[in-house]
């Protein structure tokens, strides 16, 4: 007897009880329709996010920033913070302010000094502009930020960054000065802004591409650093020297070890320094809790139907006991008759599963057409549940296996009856 033989027997078994299989397959519908649309929404929630942070790509580039520690955390609450003396001198072996998170170029310099395999050290430029134009057209306000140098920048239209003088405008403004945003590459964008002095300046840029969408790139453009190092000093008040916020690290090697061993310099240091990487996987075990957590409330829903599937299947033994010793007696042996009774536990789970996916996989799109219409502008190209085949095939295995296992006990119960007592059974 093949194994397609032995399915369309334990399918047709489980049609004998329309009622009782309707009634159990139900029960592993409500955990497979939750379990679906858990994996759904975290897909979707997954996909949206990396959407808007994966513009920006770089295994070798670490970003550093001062690693603030509260020595005093343990104080009395509204007693004052102690006060700790900053460093007057601004030489290359200055250490960090420990009362603030700015920091000079020495200290900076000083701080990444016996790192291994660093290419190049570049600041935080902080950029403030007041509007952007093309050929004289109208004006609008800008937002500037710089381009680390090691990233990549995925873009619409164009290229990313190569040269000075060079910018990236976002796709909203580059859909606002043209229809077709493939014409406004090689052309050029003029930037506003006051000097230190309050006057107003303007800088030429050649427009070389048009970013994706992105939480940063939907509204800022981004020019080289050449370009924001020479507006930042522009716009420097006082005689004082330069504080950043932060500084990035472009490494020769993307490798883990090396890399590894930069962040560990910066720690001793007093610095937090991380990957765009590791910032992104950081957002991703968010999500993947949430999933978990999630998918736990629908597996309590399947571990109590894998107890319906129980129950129906020990009936099914009792009421069949005489068909059973029957099948033995003509010479069916005790794996078959144990594949028959696991394979309708299977069936049980894979109709409820195929039935729970379905729905689904109907409701979510249904959820998504709302969502869209009635929040396009807030989440244009979001769709709250997302449905992939993995995800789709990773539950039905699971479902089905969660019933496999279910029907085990009954199952052996089946095949191990003695076939002269089980004709013998009133």
Request: no cysteine.
């Amino acid at each position: 007897m093949k194994l397609w033989d032995l399915i369309k027997i334990a399918n047709r078994n489980l049609f004998r009880n329309k009622l009782r299989t309707f009634l159990t397959v139900a029960a592993i519908f409500v955990g497979s329709f939750t379990l679906t649309m858990t994996n759904g929404l975290g897909d979707g929630m997954r996909a949206y996010v990396e959407s808007q942070v994966k513009n920006f790509e770089s295994d070798s580039v670490i970003i550093a920033r001062r690693k603030i520690e509260d020595a005093d955390a343990n104080r009395p609450a509204g007693s004052p913070k102690e006060y700790k003396e900053a460093p007057t001198n601004e030489n290359a072996d200055a250490p960090l302010d420990p009362n603030s998170i700015l920091m000079t170029m020495p200290q900076i310099e000083n701080a990444v000094r016996g790192i291994d395999g660093v290419k190049s050290v570049t600041p935080r430029y902080n950029l403030k502009a007041e509007y952007i134009t093309l050929d004289g057209q109208k004006k609008y306000e800008a937002t500037m930020s710089m381009m680390i140098e090691g990233v990549k920048q995925k873009t619409e239209a164009g290229r990313q960054i190569a040269g000075t003088g060079e910018i990236v405008i976002p796709v909203g403004l580059a859909r606002t000065l043209s229809d077709d945003i493939q014409n406004l590459i090689g052309k050029t964008a003029t930037i506003g802004y006051k000097d230190k002095d309050q006057k107003l300046q303007t800088l030429p840029l050649t427009i070389v591409g048009v970013a994706t969408k992105g939480f940063q790139t939907n509204t800022a453009s981004f020019v080289d650093v050449g370009t924001a190092k020479m507006m930042h000093a522009a716009q420097k008040n006082g005689d004082g020297p330069d504080r950043f916020v932060a500084f990035s690290l472009e490494m020769n090697t993307a490798d883990p070890l090396v890399i590894a061993a930069a962040k560990k310099h910066l720690l001793e240091q007093g610095l937090e320094g991380d990957t765009i990487a590791d910032n992104q996987k950081r957002i991703y075990d968010g999500i993947a809790i949430f999933k978990v957590a999630m998918a736990a409330v629908a597996m309590i829903a399947l571990l109590a139907a894998s107890f319906g599937i129980i129950n129906t299947l020990v009936i099914a033994v009792l009421e069949r006991t005489k068909e059973i010793g029957l099948q033995k007696a003509l010479g069916m042996s005790r794996g078959k008759i144990f594949a028959i009774f696991s394979l309708e536990s299977v069936l049980i789970g894979f109709w409820g599963a195929a039935l729970g996916i379905a729905a689904g996989i109907i409701v979510g799109l249904i959820t998504n057409k709302v969502l869209i219409t009635a929040y396009k502008e807030s989440f244009d190209g979001f769709n709250l549940f997302a449905f992939t085949l993995p995800s789709i095939a990773t539950v039905l295995g699971i479902v089905s296996a969660i019933a496999f296992l279910a029907g085990v006990m009954p199952a052996i119960r089946a095949s191990r009856l003695n076939p002269i007592e089980s004709l013998r059974y009133e």
